[in-house]
């Protein structure tokens, strides 16, 4: 069901061309309409893993409007489990189905079952405690962290590299950072080999940095030192709704022909092109930044926003 094929497009600008760099797109968003890049990478091992511990439901946690929870619901829903969504947010419970979110929407379309957590409870979501307390309330479950981020998780998204060098030279490989889970999987594929640029989503997310090291370390028992973590990039913050941001992904979009989501690959391209204009990358790099899809988000921010601007995306 995951289509294999590598697509990648080059991206013609004109500050890419002065300044001696070639650009490329990964198109991770196209492997699939409902599980793209990074969140299918992210999931496969771990649907193997629960399908090894006989587990037929899957857990997971994730805000009112997580790309996360949607692709669990997508992946239940392509390969045979149960899932269960636990939701940051307990005053949301009084929503009726007809008035979900459209991402909350297309999950329980998707069959997952929706269950909500105060705001203080949810910040322990990790610990044993809270979920031993939901598993005895659910039943047996294969849990899925937050953001999906763990070891399987990382092998999944080190594929990438392989995958990408199998059909291209690269210098640089550069992701958007929500969790740091992707970047970390990605460094683990590069093996200390050319350069990781993250690019942070969130306002405040210089705690990547010690996340990512903490990750590698567990998984692979070191911390690696050819990446960089940016963090200017973040448009006021997750989720924020930003003028000049909405413009860029529109004038992007009429340039080439793709679509960015508004929450991390929008900024993603953002910050490459600046970096890329202010000489960050060496003269005759290739450089290449990966769309990890999302634009499952785009319903939700149109909900929230759409009083704010004239101009929205057709989403197929």
């Not at 590299?161 to 460094?187: K, N, R, Y």
């Amino acid at each position: 069901m995951i289509d294999n094929e590598i697509i990648i497009q080059d991206i013609l600008e004109t500050v890419v061309q002065q300044k001696g760099i070639r650009l490329l797109l990964l198109r991770d968003d196209l492997r699939h309409p409902e599980l793209p890049g990074n969140k299918w990478r992210k999931l496969k091992y771990n649907l193997l893993e629960a399908r090894k511990q006989g587990h037929d439901t899957l857990l997971t946690f994730g805000g009112a409007y997580s790309n996360h929870l949607a692709a669990v619901a997508a992946a239940g829903h392509l390969y045979g489990f149960n899932t269960i969504g636990v939701v940051r947010g307990d005053e949301l419970q009084l929503a009726q189905d007809d008035q979900l979110n459209p991402t909350l929407a297309q999950a329980v379309a998707h069959g997952m079952t929706l269950r909500y957590l105060d705001r203080n409870t949810y910040r322990r979501k990790h610990e044993a405690a809270v979920q031993a307390e939901l598993l005895a309330q659910t039943g047996p479950a294969y849990v899925v962290p937050e953001g999906g981020t763990n070891a399987l998780a990382l092998r999944g998204c080190a594929e990438l590299v392989t995958e990408l060098a199998a059909h291209t030279a690269f210098d640089a490989l550069c992701v958007a950072c929500g969790t740091g889970g992707t970047l970390a999987g990605l460094l683990t594929g590069l093996a200390g080999t050319r350069q990781a640029v993250g690019i942070a989503a969130l306002k405040g997310g210089d705690f990547l940095r010690n996340d990512v090291n903490a990750l590698t370390q567990q998984i692979v028992g070191q911390r690696y030192t050819n990446w960089a973590l940016q963090t200017d990039y973040h448009f006021g913050g997750y989720a924020s709704f930003s003028p000049p941001l909405l413009a860029f992904i529109r004038e992007f979009q009429q340039r080439h022909g793709v679509l960015l989501d508004p929450l991390y690959t929008s900024k993603l391209l953002f910050g490459v092109l600046d970096l890329i204009a202010k000489g960050y990358f060496e003269p005759g790099s290739t450089v290449v930044a990966v769309h990890t899809g999302g634009l499952q988000a785009w319903a939700g921010f149109r909900q929230r926003y759409e009083s704010r601007s004239t101009w929205w995306p057709e989403i197929e």
